[in-house]
């Protein structure tokens, strides 16, 4: 399983941003997949995630009704459409899959496959 995440970049306080995770080795039909990020100085944080047991996605609380999750099985490729964004949503923002497992691995961040992070910076 290999995962690439790029798109980060420097935004304006309620622009948007949608990253994306170029994903190898794996089929999305068997994996959960999700994006996390890691603001200075804090531990890591799961944003969104979805899987493949036809469960609700997992959203945190702080991105609801801003953030969306996607994927193009066909190119392999998954995306996190940020929108309205905050300066508290600076952080690095990795993606991650893991095999056959819930949305409630999301939270802890228990996926065993990452890509590198790509930094989000918004300036306030």
């Known amino acids: 399983v290999q995962l690439q995440a790029s798109g980060g970049g420097l935004v304006q306080a309620g622009g948007s941003l949608r990253l994306s995770c170029a994903a190898s080795?794996?089929?999305?039909?068997?994996?959960?997949i999700g994006w996390f990020r890691q603001a200075p100085g804090k531990g890591r944080e799961g944003v969104l995630c979805?899987?493949?047991?036809?469960?609700?996605?997992y959203y945190a609380d702080s991105v609801k009704g801003r953030f969306t999750i996607s994927s193009d099985s066909a190119k392999g490729v998954m995306y996190l459409q940020m929108n309205s964004l905050r300066s508290e949503d600076t952080a690095v923002y990795y993606c991650?899959?893991?095999?056959?497992?819930?949305?409630?691995?999301?939270?802890?961040?228990?996926?065993?496959?990452w890509g590198q992070g790509t930094l989000v910076t918004v300036s306030s």
């Open positions: 979805i899987s493949n047991r036809h469960e609700t996605p």
């Open positions: 991650a899959a893991e095999l056959d497992v819930g949305v409630n691995k999301c939270r802890r961040g228990d996926f065993g496959s």
């Open positions: 080795g794996f089929t999305f039909d068997d994996y959960a």
